[in-house]
């Protein structure tokens, strides 16, 4: 049996995995509310922040059938955090997780794990996930859609997957900045410092769009530059997670972004790594 005989079942079983994680984490985060002691609004806001990252698993496997090299940064970073997400979940503010729950969880952590593996070391996959967004392009015959290829093809891979973690920022930072709402009611002297945190999670989406255009057109300052907004990222939302959500939001809240912001500086290393000006591939062959 050759290659391409196997690659359409090997692709067809990882788009089924796929679709096996997604339902996996949403029945685990629906019966870990069922579980739960107190159903509050912080616990309420996180459930439905999680059933929201099932989008992007689906989101995933329309880049998998299409066999776009998008595809596995996106399988990453959707992988990480989803086991953050569910595990912040399971673990109430006293006494020890219910048995369903932890069940479910490291039903859920294999098949993240086993998606990882298949993108980023199953041959056919590799193979299968090469294709790259269509862009309008000019052409003697006037305006076609074509497959735009990066020319440095090795720094494209590693700066899309910062690219693709790094946009993971606002929106957890814009989760522990709406359970604190709920906090306004008994404190409400830190009414500013929740304005404060919308309007860093917001801008921080700007920054980074901006930050990783540049990035991913192979730019030096832009890689220093996206490890300052990671940092200022980790300095703004740890201490108000502590300061508005206690230990718990700390590690519940907390713990997910700082796995993103590894991703970024491993992904950034990585970059760093690479020749400073590598061949384009057509210009090698």
């Known amino acids: 049996m050759t290659v391409d005989d196997r690659k359409p079942r090997v692709v067809r079983a990882l788009t089924w995995l796929l679709v096996a994680t997604a339902a996996a984490t949403a029945g685990v985060e629906l019966l870990n509310f069922w579980y739960a002691p107190e159903h509050g609004y912080g616990l309420a806001v996180r459930t439905g922040w999680a059933l929201l990252r099932t989008l992007g698993w689906l989101i995933l496997i329309w880049h998998v059938r299409r066999g776009r090299a998008g595809a596995r940064p996106i399988g990453l970073i959707l992988a990480v955090t989803?086991?953050?997400?569910?595990?912040?979940?399971?673990?109430?503010?006293?006494?020890?997780?219910?048995?369903?729950?932890?069940?479910?969880?490291?039903?859920?952590?294999?098949?993240?794990?086993?998606?990882?593996?298949?993108?980023?070391?199953?041959?056919?996959?590799?193979?299968h996930l090469v294709r790259h967004p269509k862009k309008l392009v000019v052409t003697g015959k006037g305006l076609e859609w074509r497959e735009s290829v990066p020319k440095r093809p090795?720094?494209?891979?590693?700066?899309?997957?910062?690219?693709?973690?790094?946009?993971?920022?606002?929106?957890?930072?814009?989760?522990?900045?709406?359970?604190?709402?709920?906090?306004?009611?008994?404190?409400?002297?830190?009414?500013?410092?929740?304005?404060?945190?919308?309007?860093?999670?917001?801008?921080?989406?700007?920054?980074?769009?901006?930050?990783?255009?540049?990035?991913?057109?192979?730019?030096?300052?832009?890689?220093?530059?996206?490890?300052?907004?990671?940092?200022?990222?980790?300095?703004?939302?740890?201490?108000?997670?502590?300061?508005?959500?206690?230990?718990?939001?700390?590690v519940r809240d907390g713990a997910p972004?700082?796995?993103?912001?590894?991703?970024?500086?491993?992904?950034?290393?990585?970059?760093?790594?690479?020749?400073?000006d590598p061949v384009p591939a057509a210009a090698a062959a």
Not at 93 to 104: A, D, F, N, Y
Not at 186 to 213: D, E, I, K, N
Not at 215 to 241: E, F, H, I, Q, S
Not at 257 to 276: E, I, K, M, T
């Open 82 to 127: 989803t086991i953050f997400a569910v595990g912040r979940l399971i673990v109430p503010r006293s006494g020890t997780p219910p048995l369903p729950g932890v069940l479910g969880f490291a039903a859920l952590t294999l098949l993240c794990i086993t998606v990882v593996v298949l993108l980023y070391r199953h041959p056919t996959v590799q193979d």
């Open 154 to 250: 090795p720094l494209a891979a590693w700066a899309l997957t910062a690219r693709v973690a790094a946009f993971t920022y606002s929106p957890l930072m814009l989760v522990p900045a709406l359970i604190s709402v709920g906090e306004l009611g008994r404190r409400p002297q830190w009414l500013l410092a929740v304005g404060f945190w919308f309007v860093a999670g917001f801008a921080v989406s700007y920054a980074v769009g901006l930050t990783t255009l540049f990035l991913m057109r192979g730019k030096t300052w832009a890689r220093r530059l996206l490890l300052w907004v990671t940092l200022g990222v980790l300095v703004v939302d740890l201490p108000l997670c502590y300061l508005l959500l206690g230990t718990d939001g700390l």
């Open 257 to 276: 972004l700082v796995a993103a912001a590894l991703l970024v500086c491993y992904s950034l290393w990585r970059v760093s790594r690479l020749p400073a």
